[in-house]
Each structure stands twice: as C-alpha cells, then as structure tokens.
C-alpha cells in the first residue's frame, strides 16, 4: 500500500517517492558532478564582462538622458534603457554558461557575433574609440574561442554533428 501524504507534504512526481520535489529529479541539461572545465568559466567570465559593461553603459546614458547631460532626453533615456536590455543576454548566457546548461552557448555566441561589427567601428573611429574597439574585438574573439572548443561542448552536453547517429 502507497504512502499517503501528511498534511502540507504533496505526494511526489511519478516513479518518485514522495517528499521527493519536481526540482530534485536530474534534468538533461543538470550539471554532472565533474569539475567545470576552465575554459567554460571563462567564458562565462567574459560574457559577464559584457553584460556588466552594456548595463553600465545603459545605466549612464539612462542618467545622462534624464538629467538632460546628453542633449536629447528622449534620446538618451531610450538608448539607457535598450542597452540595459540589451545586456541581459550575455548575463543570462554567462550564468547558464556557469551552470552547464547547452541552451546557453547559443546565445554567448550570438553575443560575441554581434559585438564584433561593434568592435570594428569604434577601430574605424579618430578617438579614444579605438582602445575600447581593440579590448572589445579582443574579448569576443577570445570568448568564441572558448565556446566552440570541443572541452566546453562536452561539459554543456552538445554533441557535434553525427553524433547522434553514433549512439543508435
């Protein structure tokens, strides 16, 4: 005879016993007990580094554009708020790069795609543009680096093209 749940103690999914909760049962994409491959964290590391210095920028030009510091208020506090938005890619990807879910390399990708048409502007600019537009080509080209590397594929559980086949 199955046990019943007392009170406040829901039964648990099916094939679990209860007290056993939806959270506890492993996933595809759970992280395995192996250590996390160096190369994974620092990917990570460097899509935070992005998304820190994106909000940081939104956060500026959200301050500049209210305070009317940058000329058109409307203008500034709508260029604030997209990149605030726009820097919660590369934070989302770098924490699930940490956690070692394969969704996430699709958009630390992505992220590094799009930064280096960025980085190639500020290298065309007459200014001080041109340290930031080195540092930023520097950065998504190192971080594409490590995340098509077969080390950092392995611990997020993509499987290359063919591998499927294999296993059946």
Sequence with gaps: MGERPGPGRAPGPEGYPS???AEQIPTPDAPTAE???GRLTAAAALAALEGL??????????ILGA??????????????VTLIVLALLPLLAARGLLLRRSWSR???VITQIMA????YS??????VAIPAGIALAVVAITA??????SETTRALGIRGPGAAEETK
Excluded at 53 to 62: E, I, P, R, T
Excluded at 122 to 127: C, G, I, M, T
Excluded at 144 to 149: G, H, S, T
Aim: charged fraction near 10%.
């Design 19 to 21: 007290g056993v909760s």
């Design 35 to 37: 250590p996390r491959p």
């Design 53 to 62: 210095v994106l909000a940081v920028g939104g956060v500026w030009m959200l």
């Design 67 to 80: 305070t009317g510091g940058s000329g058109d208020r409307q203008q500034g506090v709508t260029l604030g």
């Design 106 to 108: 699709g958009p630390a």
């Design 116 to 119: 280096l048409p960025v980085a």
């Design 122 to 127: 500020l290298l065309q600019a007459d200014s």
């Design 144 to 149: 594409l680096v490590l995340l098509v590397n």
